[in-house]
């Protein structure tokens, strides 16, 4: 079966630095999302690796540890905006585009 | 621009009632899925499709059906629905091994 745990819910300060953390265990393994979804809406998509290391984009950072089924996502110099729930999801389709969803972290910065 | 589209935004059914919800985009895109999302947990996969003529089963698939008629759209039927069935549900699609574009959303309640 398919195992992907996020901690539920995580709180931060503006300005601060945050990293949400991501494990998994899937029968497959093609690479891994990083999505934001703010409340009522419709998560976008923010970053991805199939190999490891650190991906860069901004003031938002990806890690991937393959061998230990692990991902994070950093946030640095957070805003009120980042307020959103995270959503880790590992594409466990080698032959096509077929993802697992965690549940997700909501993360709450506070001023 | 290229968009994904859900229709009707909000559904209100009765138990035992036929639903289908509308989902279209124009991205061309050969990948599509159906996900619905409850209060505190992430998103889980009802049925996707990799090309015209392509369906398949997700992880809560019973009392759900999907075909895929064209590239652009996968409509999603409700064959009898159940107050279980009470969520909001999201479609999204995707080009190969890329990431995943998600509608806006449909919030359905069933009485």
């Known amino acids: 079966g398919q195992n992907i745990d996020q901690p539920t819910e995580m709180t931060a300060t503006e300005g601060a630095i945050v990293q949400i953390n991501c494990t998994y265990q899937?029968?497959?393994?093609?690479?891994l999302f990083w999505y934001q979804q703010h409340a009522g809406e419709a998560p976008t998509f923010l970053s991805y690796n199939v190999l490891d290391g650190l991906e860069e984009k901004g003031r938002f950072s990806s890690f991937l540890s393959r061998s230990k089924g692990y991902s994070y996502l950093l946030l640095k110099e957070l805003q009120m905006k980042d307020s959103a729930s995270y959503l880790c999801?590992?594409?466990?389709?080698?032959?096509?585009?077929?993802?697992?969803f965690g549940d997700g972290t909501t993360l709450t910065v506070k001023p | 621009d290229a968009e994904i589209t859900q229709s009707p935004r909000h559904k209100i059914t009765e138990t035992g009632r036929q639903v289908t919800l509308a989902c279209h985009q124009t991205?061309?895109?050969?990948?599509m899925f159906w996900y619905r999302q409850d209060l505190g947990h992430g998103l889980r996969l009802i049925h996707y499709s990799y090309g015209v003529q392509d369906t398949n089963k997700g992880e809560v698939s019973d009392g759900y059906s999907v075909s895929r008629s064209n590239t652009e759209d996968l409509p999603l039927t409700l064959e009898s629905a159940a107050s279980s069935q009470t969520s909001v549900y999201f479609c999204a699609s995707s080009r190969d091994y890329n990431e995943q574009f998600f509608g806006p959303g449909t919030r359905l309640t069933v009485l």
């Open positions: 999801a590992v594409r466990d389709d080698t032959n096509a585009g077929k993802s697992t």
């Open positions: 991205w061309n895109h050969n990948n």
């Open positions: 899937t029968s497959g393994f093609n690479g």
